[in-house]
């Protein structure tokens, strides 16, 4: 079914929306989920918990990146219980991914100019559209979709090393592009 259909099963309240959009993108945001969380029935609650975030949410909202849309409420929500519940141990989920981001963020606020959250996004949004394509693939299935470095050279047909290599530049590039923006890093 297309995303639009499936919309209009929530502009209608038809409960058939909810097993839609499962079935087109629950595999999808199940792995968002658990690439941050590591946790079944954690990633479990999220997925539902997003599910009934858009119930909320459509109407009044018509959302245009259906996809999109979805994984950012799921994504929130993981973020959220992996806050809640503390990091429990090192070696995945979110912790690793923060931690590898942590020299190329913004700096608390006091350090020099501060930024917005929206202001942030469409930085980020220009360096990225400034990767090569597989540059990009690359940093967005590492740190938005959660995925492993083993997972994103199987998925690329390339070697652990590379995805590595590549990631570092880039989180280098990247800190280096919001400083000549004038963000404090």
Not at 127 to 138: D, N, P, Q, Y
């Amino acid at each position: 079914m297309e995303d639009g259909q499936i919309i209009d099963l929530y502009w209608k309240r038809d409960q058939r929306a909810i097993g839609e959009t499962d079935e087109k993108y629950g595999r999808l945001l199940h792995s968002i989920a658990w690439n941050l969380l590591r946790s079944r029935e954690d990633s479990e609650e999220c997925v539902n918990d997003t599910y009934l975030r858009a119930w909320e949410a459509i109407p009044p909202s018509r959302p245009g990146a259906f996809r999109t849309w979805l994984g950012q409420i799921t994504r929130n929500l993981s973020l959220d219980r992996w806050k809640r519940r503390g990091a429990e141990k090192r070696g995945g989920g979110a912790e690793v991914l923060l931690g590898e981001l942590e020299d190329c963020l913004p700096a608390p606020a006091g350090r020099g100019r501060s930024v917005e959250d929206g202001e942030l996004a469409e930085l980020l949004s220009a360096f990225l559209r400034g990767l090569s394509r597989e540059g990009r693939a690359m940093f967005l299935r590492r740190y938005w979709y959660g995925e492993s470095v083993a997972e994103v050279a199987l998925a690329l047909g390339c070697g652990e090393g590379k995805v590595k290599s590549s990631l570092f530049r880039s989180r280098k590039a990247l800190r280096t592009y919001l400083e000549k923006e004038g963000i404090a890093v």
